[in-house]
């Protein structure tokens, strides 16, 4: 008997580093963090629906500038008439001719849309840049939890496979008289327990795999365990607050839109002013028929509009535009206070984890001593089988508590670079064709025509 126990604590002592190694430090083929954030970058469908979105919202500028660009619009008719007052006639009249009409003055309703419109492509961009922060903390929370619920899995395997020594052993010392059935009954029920637990691990493991292919948009391959982006922490929490609240995307993107509906209350107001319009046309009119008479005309008019009273209309539309001001003013302290918040949990979370480790490690260290003690003092009599199950399941608890909090580490780590506004593929530096949401707003920003977008749909 003792040679049995004696192998199965040699193989429970190393439990935890043999487990850890199911996922690889290193090796031919091991897929890093990086590359797991690089392919979220590049194909994560929430980050290219976002992408799609600001480029929707860059058309809004060439859309304003219309406003002051020319219009220019052509028609044609074609009738027939007859009539009969004593002598039949059939006339067949008809015309062509072309209107151009150029707002000279709107008030500056276009000057203040465009500048609404190119704050809202601004909101957009940090908008994209909060999105990409935030699939790339998915994506490593991901990376991290199959790493973590792999390992769980493999401790759960390794202590069934002692409780199953277990049970041979105290079946076979109840042969001989060494132990109760009491004692049997005790280690079978560790070993159905265990059966239940290494199952749940294993559908949990599942879950995360599942998790990270739709982040990651794959299936995990051999993980490798990341060392952390630690050097890119700021190191005080004071100093987080500062580079959060000058950097983080959500709190610029509410400016941005604050500056959008400050533009919007004066473009309102731009419709209490005057308007002036030239309009040009030419004609030709077929009186008769088409080889008839021909009548060509031209005209050229300057129109100056002064709105007086527009049933309310306008005057309704500065006050909510104007209330609407006041709630992206109270919406940027919202997103100022969010970001508080998830500085400050962050770095608790960090520190918490960090200390977590270094105490699981010593957990882990004198359960594993114990453990071994438990064994030899049971074999001489001195401790009982429900004494060495306890001790074992300690052992099984301190190495998941231990890879639960190198999990917690990594991970508070990430969302502390997301929560100062730091969270992106240049500081990561990914392996990526980097995403310039401005070159899509250069190629339309000033376009007269076309149907076609940049990329030529």
């Keep these: ?17 043999s487990a850890l190694l199911a996922l690889p430090a290193g090796g031919a083929g091991a897929e890093t963090i990086q590359e797991a954030l690089a392919l979220a970058y590049s194909n994560n469908p929430q980050i290219n ?24 619009s052509a028609s044609g008719d074609i009738g027939q008439s007859w009539s009969d007052t004593g002598r039949s006639t059939h006339l067949t009249p008809g015309g062509f001719g072309i209107t151009i009409s150029q707002a000279l003055f709107d008030g500056f309703a276009t000057q203040n849309d465009v500048a609404a419109a190119q704050a809202a492509v601004h909101a957009s961009r940090e908008t994209l840049r909060n999105t990409v922060q935030n699939v790339l903390f998915d994506a490593a929370s991901a990376y991290m939890d199959v790493i973590r ?3 769980i899995a493999g401790f759960r395997a390794q202590s069934l496979e002692f409780l199953n020594e277990q049970v041979r052993s105290e079946r076979a010392r109840f042969q001989v008289g060494e132990s109760t059935r009491t004692d049997v009954a005790q280690a079978e029920a560790r070993q159905a327990g265990a059966v239940a637990q290494l199952n749940a691990a294993r559908a949990n493991l599942k879950s995360s795999i599942a998790v990270y292919r739709q982040v990651v948009g794959k299936d995990p391959a051999r993980l490798q ?4 982006v630690g050097r890119l922490l700021p190191r005080t929490l004071d100093a987080a607050f500062e580079t959060a609240f ?24 731009s419709e209490l002013l005057p308007r002036v319009v030239v309009e040009g046309s030419a004609n030709r009119r077929y009186n008769q028929t088409f080889h008839g008479q021909i009548t060509d005309s031209a005209s050229v008019t300057a129109r100056l509009s002064v709105p007086i009273y527009q049933g309310g209309r306008v005057a309704a539309t500065v006050r909510r535009n104007k209330e609407t001001l006041g709630q992206r003013w109270i919406e940027v302290d919202q997103s100022v206070d969010s970001v508080r918040a998830a500085v400050v949990s962050a770095f608790s979370q960090l520190e918490a984890a960090a200390a977590s480790v270094a105490a699981n490690q010593e957990q882990l260290r004198a359960a594993q001593l114990a453990l071994e003690g438990a064994v030899e003092e049971r074999n001489v009599g001195q401790r009982t089988t429900l004494d060495v199950l306890d001790t074992q399941q300690d052992v099984i608890d301190a190495q998941i508590s231990l890879v639960t909090a190198e999990r917690d580490v990594i991970v508070a780590g990430y969302a502390l670079l997301s929560a100062v506004g730091r969270l992106d593929a240049d500081r990561l530096q990914l392996a990526v064709a980097r995403y310039e949401p401005a070159d899509h707003y250069r190629a339309v920003e000033d376009k007269w025509y076309g149907l076609r977008t940049p990329d030529g749909r």
């Design 246 to 269: 000058a950097e983080h995307p959500a709190i610029l993107a509410a400016k941005h839109l604050v500056d959008q509906a400050d533009w919007n209350v004066k473009s309102a107001e």
């Design 149 to 151: 619920d792999q390992a």
């Design 1 to 17: 008997m003792r040679s049995v126990t004696g192998a199965v604590r040699r193989r429970l002592a190393v439990a935890a580093v």
């Design 225 to 228: 365990r990341p060392a952390g």
């Design 49 to 72: 629906a976002q992408r799609a979105a600001t480029r929707a919202v860059d058309e809004g500028v060439p859309i304003a500038k219309s406003g002051l660009r020319p219009s220019i």
